[in-house]
């Protein structure tokens, strides 16, 4: 069965950085997609960005730019998100989700069970 | 950017009745058209697709409808376990992602 298995709650200062993994396992990892979605407390779904795991493909939400990275390593079936000066609205759960790249193209199918990020000083 | 905007932001229903969930995208987004779930601290879970095909497992009282820039969730008779908050979120631009999410519509028992 498709799992995706993210990393653990995280607290970071303002200014700092932090890396979220996601572990795929189930499916041929190469042959989709992965996109990173938050929501803050008590809000909505808000997509960050999207990574072909196939070739490494990668577009970003616009607001985010040049804060975010997002990475795979196809040897572990694990995506990765960076995300960089750290704000306290950054607040937030963060989900990976698997996307479809050939079959119901673009499609967010299956989540990662989210992992927390607090940024307080 | 393409907005979706979904109404209402609350509905209250009593169970065995039927809810009707709406979302509006600010262009055409064609088919591609996704409904999911989301409960308290959980994950969401993919519903609907491709406008009205139901994912594996959807039970049938879920049925998606609509194209173009109108659609619609219904779920014809309401279980306990259908109290959520539902999120559309459209995925048309391929092959760029760039996805957009509804604010959401809480389901409440009424």
């Known amino acids: 069965q498709v799992q995706l298995v993210q990393s653990g709650a995280e607290v970071k200062k303002p200014g700092a950085s932090v890396k979220v993994s996601c572990k795929a396992s189930?499916?041929?990892?190469?042959?989709?997609?992965i996109s990173w979605v938050r929501q803050a407390p008590g809000q909505g779904l808000e997509w960050m960005g999207w990574?072909?795991?196939?070739?490494?493909?990668?577009n970003y939400a616009q607001k985010l730019q040049g804060r975010v990275t997002m990475t795979t390593d196809t040897s572990t079936s694990t995506a990765y998100m960076e995300l960089r000066s750290l704000r306290s609205d950054d607040t937030a759960v963060y989900y990976c989700a698997r996307v479809g790249i050939t079959m119901v193209r673009g499609l967010i199918d299956y989540w990662g069970q989210g992992t927390l990020v607090t940024v307080s000083s | 950017e393409i907005v979706m905007t979904q109404s209402p932001a609350t509905l209250s229903v009593s169970p065995g009745e039927r809810a009707t969930l709406s979302c509006r995208a600010s262009?055409?987004?064609?088919?591609?058209l996704a409904w999911y779930q989301q409960k308290p601290g959980q994950a969401p879970r993919l519903l609907i697709y491709g406008a009205s095909t139901r994912a594996t497992g959807i039970p049938a009282r879920f049925s998606g409808s609509g194209s173009g820039t109108e659609f619609t969730l219904t779920i014809s008779s309401l279980q306990s376990e259908d109290f959520a908050v539902y999120y559309c979120?459209?995925?048309?631009?391929?092959?760029?992602?760039?996805?957009?999410f509804g604010q959401g519509t809480k389901l409440e028992i009424k």
């Open positions: 262009q055409s987004v064609s088919s591609n």
């Open positions: 189930g499916y041929t990892f190469t042959s989709y997609g």
């Open positions: 979120q459209q995925y048309n631009n391929w092959p760029l992602p760039m996805y957009t």
């Open positions: 990574i072909s795991a196939y070739n490494g493909n990668t």
